[in-house]
């Protein structure tokens, strides 16, 4: 090899390392951004919660007080979920702007995080996102980057692994793993139209596909 070939082999490996340092430290900082944004978004999910309780537990007391006065008839705290149309909103809560339908739970991983009402790529750089469906009728899908504050890591969930989604008023709808897969990265239909109650799913790091885990609605 000549001399001039030599340094130019040089320069170019040079130039290729350099790049991929760079590239590396953006993605450690996008994750890190990640991060730190679904920590701040999930506290303030969390103040609106405790508030959103505290004034449900006014508004029961004048209830069952009017009640009491009015019939002998037992106040029901809670709605039956079985009698909400499946079609009926989910409920949300305003933080910085965006709406947000809960907080996520994996217990495997140790993530708390919480869900977007809609996605789109500024949404995902903050948090998950509701992709698809409903809590109510049993079909949600949530996506995510594949940062590892996020869902990079679901592939390595296991079938009965836990998963809680809390919505916004504070209820939990658990979970358990059945199944863990790859879909393409063009399977729209086959990520929407499944069977499954719940369904997470992040990109992997090509992005030519779709790591895929779908969970079954459980008793608490």
């Not at 069977?195 to 008793?219: H, I, K, P, Q």
Request: aromatic residues 8%; charged residues 25%.
């Amino acid at each position: 090899m000549s001399p001039i070939k030599r340094r130019i082999f040089i320069i170019s490996g040079i130039v290729l390392i350099a790049a991929g340092c760079v590239l590396t430290a953006y993605n450690i900082s996008e994750d890190y951004k990640a991060s730190s944004a679904a920590a701040d978004v999930l506290s303030k999910i969390d103040e609106q919660r405790k508030e959103l309780s505290s004034a449900q537990k006014v508004d029961s007391s004048v209830d069952s007080i009017e009640d009491s006065e009015n019939s002998n008839d037992s106040w029901e705290s809670e709605p039956d979920e079985s009698k909400i149309d499946p079609n009926t909103p989910m409920p949300t809560v305003e933080v910085d702007g965006y709406q947000y339908i809960g907080t996520l739970v994996l217990p495997p991983l140790e993530i708390e995080l919480p869900v977007a009402d809609n996605w789109d790529y500024t949404r995902m750089r903050i948090s998950p996102c509701r992709y698809s469906g409903s809590f109510y009728s049993d079909d949600l899908v949530i996506c995510a980057h594949n940062y590892s504050s996020h869902f990079r890591d679901i592939g390595s969930m296991q079938v009965g692994d836990d998963v809680i989604f809390i919505d916004a008023l504070g209820n939990e709808i658990h979970y358990k793993v059945r199944l863990v897969e790859t879909l393409g990265a063009t399977a729209v239909e086959e990520m929407t139209s499944s069977d499954w109650d719940l369904s997470l799913f992040t990109c992997n790091y090509s992005g030519m596909a779709r790591v895929t885990v779908r969970c079954e609605r459980v008793d608490e």
